[in-house]
């Protein structure tokens, strides 16, 4: 079992920046791919960008050139870097690593972009 638990989440006005970080409660080095998801208000969950063991990532392409993924293995920690934020980017933002055939999900963090 792991814990996963974002931050960074917060208020910013259109065109800035934000960088959401996810912990794990354990080692990563066995997540097989680990992902940011976001739900915005009356609309299904969407997959933003994955990140696998190898580091190949895969982008949304609503976000491709403003978002960036990442993780740090050695922290346990996985993010995203959020640049030329827009209104339309406004929802709660889950992280979620794949291990194997185990789905772990954080609790989500809200990204508002209004001005």
């Known amino acids: 079992q792991v814990q996963l638990v974002e931050s960074g989440g917060g208020l910013v006005q259109p065109g800035g920046s934000l960088r959401l970080s996810c912990a794990a409660s354990?080692?990563?080095?066995?997540?097989?791919?680990m992902r940011w998801y976001r739900r915005a208000p009356g609309k299904q969950r969407e997959l933003v960008a994955q990140?696998?063991?190898?580091?190949?990532?895969v982008y949304a392409d609503s976000v491709k050139g403003r978002f960036t993924i990442s993780r740090d293995d050695a922290k346990n920690t996985l993010f995203l870097q959020m640049d030329n934020l827009k209104p339309e980017d406004t929802a709660v933002y889950y992280c979620?690593?794949?291990?194997?055939?185990?789905?772990?999900w954080g609790q989500g963090t809200q990204v508002t972009v209004s001005s």
């Open positions: 979620n690593a794949i291990e194997w055939a185990t789905d772990y």
């Open positions: 990140i696998s063991s190898g580091s190949n990532t």
């Open positions: 354990r080692s990563t080095f066995s997540f097989n791919a």
